[in-house]
């Protein structure tokens, strides 16, 4: 059994807007909302670290934590960034992989993107230089559970 589970949360240079999305791909039932409850569950931890490399390309960086009771995997961010204020025009994504536990799975595949329970992982994400001066960003973190 496989579950997607995500929050996402909006950005902005001078307002702290926040929006939560919680989606599941398994069908919606009372029972669900406990199992929910007894899932992995990845936040952000503090606030993200923006720097320049010496090539002068933005690096979003920082850390996030699974506080649920399972393991999340292939857990990932996703940040959306703005040119402008108006969210509409010049938008770009930008996707990293969360450096955590490796875990082998059934299939013989490896992931380094895994978080038990408490666990804090790493994530840096690069925008380049040409994507030019942004205003604000989103993002959203996403994960998946395998049993």
Request: charged letters at 20%.
């Amino acid at each position: 059994r496989v579950i997607d589970r995500s929050i996402t949360q909006l950005e902005q240079s001078k307002d702290n807007m926040i929006a939560l999305n919680l989606t599941s791909d398994s069908d919606s039932s009372i029972n669900d909302n406990v199992s929910y409850s007894q899932s992995a569950k990845v936040i952000l931890l503090g606030d993200f670290l923006e720097t320049k490399d010496s090539n002068n390309n933005t690096i979003l960086s920082g850390q996030v934590q699974n506080i649920g009771e399972k393991r999340a995997d292939f857990a990932k961010i996703t940040f959306t960034i703005y040119k402008d204020q108006t969210q509409r025009a010049s938008k770009k994504d930008y996707t990293t992989f969360v450096a955590g536990s490796m875990v082998t799975f059934n299939q013989n595949t490896t992931s380094n993107s895994s978080l038990y329970p408490t666990e804090v992982g790493l994530f840096s994400v690069v925008i380049p230089k040409d994507f030019g001066a942004f205003m604000s960003y989103s993002y959203y973190i996403d994960w998946e559970e395998y049993e």
